[in-house]
């Protein structure tokens, strides 16, 4: 949460500063001009990408899958549009970072890494607390059959 807040604090005076750098060398009109071009950008690239990550989804739906990728993707592209439609070239930089196709597969990889990671010590905990819980006893679970002489 406090890293959260950081960012919200960071990034918008980190934007402000690249702004006015950027003005000062090329000129107000040309940076408000180069900020649009990249709104207008990565529009249409948020379309082109979403349409091939929608048609993905589609395809593993029909096949019985779960797109469990494609629907991480999409959350780094609705992420990666929000971020291209705020004024600034820091927030484009990190928002074209999530629309290209290689970089979002790379960080979408990192991030089930991660989510893998975790479920699976989530899992280990459960499984002791639950052995722990559990009363120990003596029975010995079996199948039998029964002969008749």
Known sequence: MRHLLLLFIVIPI???????????RIG??????????T??????LLRQQGLSTLWRAQQRMNSGQIPVLEMVEGLLLAVGGALLLTPGFVTDGIGF????????QVIVARMAK???VMQ?????HAQSAYSE???????IDGDFERHDP
């Open 120 to 124: 699976a010590q989530s899992r280990a």
């Open 97 to 104: 970072v999530c629309l290209l196709p290689g970089l979002r």
């Open 133 to 139: 819980a559990k009363p120990q006893s003596h029975t």
């Open 114 to 116: 991660h989510f893998t």
């Open 28 to 37: 107000a009109f040309y940076t408000i001009g180069l900020v649009l071009l």
């Open 14 to 24: 980190l934007e402000m500063w690249v702004l006015i750098q950027v003005g000062n």
């Open 39 to 44: 709104a207008l950008i990565g529009i249409n």
